[in-house]
Structure formats: structure tokens, C-alpha cells
């Protein structure tokens, strides 16, 4: 079975959004949330994913949500690469 199948089967990605996160490229800036992002970017499949530990990453909009500092670091790695991801399908922002 194709890694990707179910992605493609969503409208919101498809084949031709597939495509484009199989040939997309992304550096996660920072390190609050870093390895979340990184992960979550490369199992949705983007191409290549690198760190930029010294880069200063967009700031996390929910961040006052979270209560515990290791909850608000995971939130905003996943916040982050589902930004990354909308917009490079060319979709509302999250």
C-alpha cells in the first residue's frame, strides 16, 4: 500500500497536492517545537526538512492556551508545520 494513499484520497490535498509536498522543501526555525515540526513536516512528506536552531520562528498565536511549557512547545511545532503545509497547498491559513 502507498504511504501517501490517504492523504491523496482527501480533497484538501489530492494527487496534485501530494505532488507538491513530495517536492517541497521547508528549514523549521528555532528550537521551541522544532523536532515536532520536523516531524510532523516529514511524515506528511515533504521532500527535505533542516533545523535552523538559530532562526527565529513565527510566533505561536495559541500560546497563552497551554498551561505547561512542554504542551505549548509541541502545540507550536504543530501549529507550525500545519501552516507550512496550508500554505504551500495554497489554502486558508490555520
Given at each position: 500500500?502507498?504511504?501517501?494513499?490517504?492523504?491523496?484520497?482527501?480533497?484538501?490535498?489530492?494527487?496534485?497536492?501530494?505532488?507538491?509536498?513530495?517536492?517541497?522543501?521547508?528549514?523549521?526555525?528555532?528550537?521551541?517545537?522544532?523536532?515536532?515540526?520536523?516531524?510532523?513536516?516529514?511524515?506528511?512528506?515533504?521532500?527535505?526538512?533542516?533545523?535552523?536552531?538559530?532562526?527565529?520562528?513565527?510566533?505561536?498565536?495559541?500560546?497563552?492556551?497551554?498551561?505547561?511549557?512542554?504542551?505549548?512547545?509541541?502545540?507550536?511545532?504543530?501549529?507550525?508545520?500545519?501552516?507550512?503545509v496550508?500554505?504551500?497547498?495554497?489554502?486558508?491559513?490555520?
Open positions: 500500500m502507498e504511504r501517501f494513499l490517504r492523504q491523496k484520497r482527501l480533497a484538501e490535498i489530492g494527487e496534485a497536492g501530494q505532488a507538491r509536498l513530495s517536492a517541497a522543501t521547508h528549514r523549521v526555525l528555532g528550537s521551541d517545537g522544532a523536532l515536532t515540526e520536523l516531524v510532523y513536516l516529514s511524515r506528511a512528506g515533504f521532500r527535505a526538512v533542516s533545523i535552523d536552531a538559530l532562526g527565529k520562528p513565527r510566533p505561536f498565536a495559541h500560546e497563552r492556551a497551554f498551561r505547561h511549557a512542554a504542551s505549548r512547545k509541541h502545540a507550536a511545532g504543530a501549529w507550525r508545520a500545519l501552516r507550512a496550508t500554505e504551500l497547498l495554497g489554502r486558508a491559513s490555520a
